[in-house]
């Protein structure tokens, strides 16, 4: 990374005696949007708090815009934090409420106006609402004001703890988009702690997954969803099939033996293999539900599972089916269609292409 806006270095924190944090180092680049994900009580929430200096770290170091932050209060770091719950002024309009950072930094009003207009524009929320007060708003556009006042200063980080955790589906959405837009044209570096999977998937350029204080993989979504590091990230993003298997190694590609497959050819490829199970870790092959097709009658794939299916649920764009097979649940995802290709207790085969397998650590 070139010159990172964040650089956190062998970070521990404990409260108490309790080890919340263990030896976290993490770089994020300039303008880059980096989610946090884990499981509740994994340590996402105090990670933030730490680059934005409401908590100190107990051992490491942490350098924002090249400036070390040990000694920097919360109120002169160049970073800000966005709650889930909302804190805005009640008894101050939304143009006020947009506007007070530059108001406690003493700007001209001219720009104070503008810069408010701007944040409006790009938070799509309409000029009529400059003069109401917060009460008046839904509660997704007082996150969008939320937003706006957080970003109005253009500071060089925004910190994000599960901002639209409280929206609902739909709302969550359009929020979603908005961001995006306004990580686009802004410059400003994100963090963004989430609950919701989907949600670090559509919007970051890359994920840090965390587990017990620890972080356990960094990379870009499409890295952490088809190469995760171990059956633990695999089940964490997304829906997964995980089947134990044995898998050796033989020349440079490896050999696998699975209960629940039959594969003429069982051989994959190195980089279909977790490095951990490269090194003769104990192993689960990885099927994402929509790797797998539903195959006609006298049809082949390169692998097969024969089964039963248990039950199916029609999401509008895809069908997904649980299928019963070798003892096992299988999940698979197909493209929706008017017409079921199966229904409950049918017997169906599945097919599957071997480039579409990756092997994880157990
Ligand atoms: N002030 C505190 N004093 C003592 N323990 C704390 C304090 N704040 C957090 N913890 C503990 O530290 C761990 C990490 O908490 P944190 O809030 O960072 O988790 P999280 O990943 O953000 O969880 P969630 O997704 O549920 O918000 C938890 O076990 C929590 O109970």
Redesign the pocket.
């Known amino acids: 990374m070139v010159s990172p806006i964040i650089k956190a270095t062998g970070i521990d924190k404990y409260?108490g005696t309790?080890r919340?944090l263990t030896d976290i180092s993490l770089e994020v680049a300039n303008g880059e949007f980096l989610a946090l994900v884990?499981p509740?009580?994994?340590?996402?929430?105090?990670l933030l708090k730490i680059l934005a200096g409401f908590e100190d770290l107990s051992a490491g170091s942490l350098v924002i815009d090249g400036e070390d932050m040990t000694e920097i209060p919360a109120s002169a770091r160049p970073t800000r934090m966005v709650f889930q719950k909302l804190a805005l002024f009640p008894h101050k309009t939304v143009a006020q409420n947009i506007g007070f950072p530059l108001h406690l930094a003493k700007r001209p009003k001219p720009e104070i106006d503008a810069a408010v207009r701007r944040m409006l524009e790009l938070m799509h929320l309409k000029e009529s609402y400059l003069n109401r007060y917060p009460h008046e708003l839904s509660g997704g556009e007082q996150q969008r004001v939320a937003l706006a006042r957080s970003m109005v200063s253009q500071p060089p980080v925004l910190l994000l703890d599960e901002p639209m955790s409280a929206l609902d589906a739909k709302l969550k959405k359009s929020l979603q988009a908005e961001l995006k837009h306004l990580h686009r044209h802004v410059g400003t570096s994100f963090v963004h702690?989430t609950?919701d999977l989907e949600e670090a998937m559509m919007l970051a350029d890359r994920i840090c997954v965390m587990r017990a204080g620890k972080i356990v993989q960094l990379g870009e979504p499409s890295e952490i969803y088809y190469r995760p590091a171990n059956a633990f990230v695999a089940g964490f993003i997304g829906d997964t099939n995980l089947l134990p298997a044995k898998v050796t190694r033989e020349g440079d590609a490896f050999r696998f033996n699975c209960d629940v497959l039959d594969c003429a050819n069982p051989i994959i490829a190195a980089d279909q293999v977790a490095p951990g199970v490269a090194a003769g870790a104990d192993a689960a092959l990885m099927i994402r539900p929509e790797m797998l097709r539903l195959l006609a009658p006298g049809e082949s794939a390169d692998c097969t599972i024969t089964g039963t299916v248990n039950e199916y649920f029609i999401r509008g764009a895809s069908i997904q089916y649980r299928i019963a097979a070798a003892g096992t649940e299988i999940v698979m995802d197909i493209p929706g269609t008017s017409t079921l290709p199966a229904k409950q207790g049918d017997p169906v085969k599945l097919g599957l292409a071997l480039g579409d397998l990756f092997a994880v650590e157990a």
């Open positions: 409260y309790y919340a884990g509740s009580g994994c340590g996402k929430t105090t702690v609950h």
